[in-house]
């Protein structure tokens, strides 16, 4: 077994191995047969866990519109103009909320911004 697998996978590696002994099955190449089958079922959750992080990622709420800096937006060239680029972003923000979502505590944020 690979470092780093956990008990679990362990036991299951010496389940297989014993497993096909007792049937006949691999003759000489238990321990290999047994670890790759582990090691793809390993490899398959790690697969699964990277695309539910994806996906959280791309599900993941809009940052709440509260910075009156004018580095926060490169196109804004003055106070009013990036202020008037926040307001749209927050609107724009609020309505796919409830369009979406309908989050009631995010689209209060996004009230309590837009009326700053």
């Known amino acids: ?9 362990e036991r299951e590696h010496e389940k297989l191995k014993r497993d096909f ?3 006949g099955r691999y ?6 047969v047994a670890s790759r089958i582990v090691n793809k079922q390993r490899r398959s959750l790690l697969k699964q866990n990277q695309n539910m992080q994806k996906i959280a990622m791309k599900n993941r709420p809009a940052p709440a519109c509260r910075s009156t800096s004018t ?3 490169p196109s804004a ?19 796919y909320e409830e369009k979406h979502k309908n989050r009631t505590t995010l689209i209060a944020q996004y009230d309590r911004a837009l009326v700053n």
């Open 27 to 32: 003759r000489r190449r238990e321990d290999e």
């Open 21 to 23: 002994k007792n049937e």
């Open 77 to 95: 060239k003055s106070a009013k103009n990036s202020n008037h680029y926040q307001r749209r972003t927050c609107e724009h923000s609020k309505n």
């Open 71 to 73: 580095t926060s937006c």
């Open 1 to 9: 077994m690979p470092r780093g697998a956990g008990a679990g996978r």
